[in-house]
C-alpha cells in the first residue's frame, strides 16, 4: 500500500496500544497524520490525549537521530518504534 493509494485513507479501527509477541514488550500503535479518535471519547477528548502523546513520543531527549556516515548500519525493531523521515535531503546529508 501506497501512502496516495485510496485504501490508505479509508477509515478503520486498530488498538492504540500493541504487544510485541516475542518479548511481551507493549508500545502505543499511534501516527499523528492517521490517528484521529480514540474510541469511547469525544474528538476534542481525542485530538487532546493524542497531541500529548505525540509531543511526549518526539521528544529529543528520548529520540535517537542518526547522522549518517559511510559504514553506519543501524538496526530497530520496527514493531516499536515510532520513525520519522528527517527534513534533510539526501543530497544535502552526503548520501
Not at 8 to 16: F, I, L, S, V
Not at 22 to 44: H, S
Not at 57 to 68: E, F, Q, V, Y
Request: charge should be positive; glycine fraction near 4%.
Amino acid at each position: 500500500m501506497t501512502r496516495s493509494a485510496p485504501e490508505a485513507d479509508r477509515k478503520t479501527r486498530h488498538p492504540a496500544v500493541v504487544t510485541c509477541p516475542r518479548t511481551g514488550a507493549q508500545a502505543l500503535f499511534l501516527n499523528p497524520i492517521y490517528t484521529t479518535r480514540l474510541d469511547g471519547l469525544t474528538e476534542e477528548e481525542s485530538a487532546q490525549i493524542l497531541a500529548a502523546l505525540s509531543a511526549h513520543a518526539t521528544r529529543p531527549d528520548i529520540s535517537c537521530r542518526l547522522r549518517w556516515r559511510a559504514g553506519d548500519v543501524a538496526i530497530r525493531d520496527n514493531r516499536l518504534t515510532l520513525h520519522d523521515l528527517a527534513t534533510t535531503t539526501t543530497a544535502a546529508a552526503g548520501c
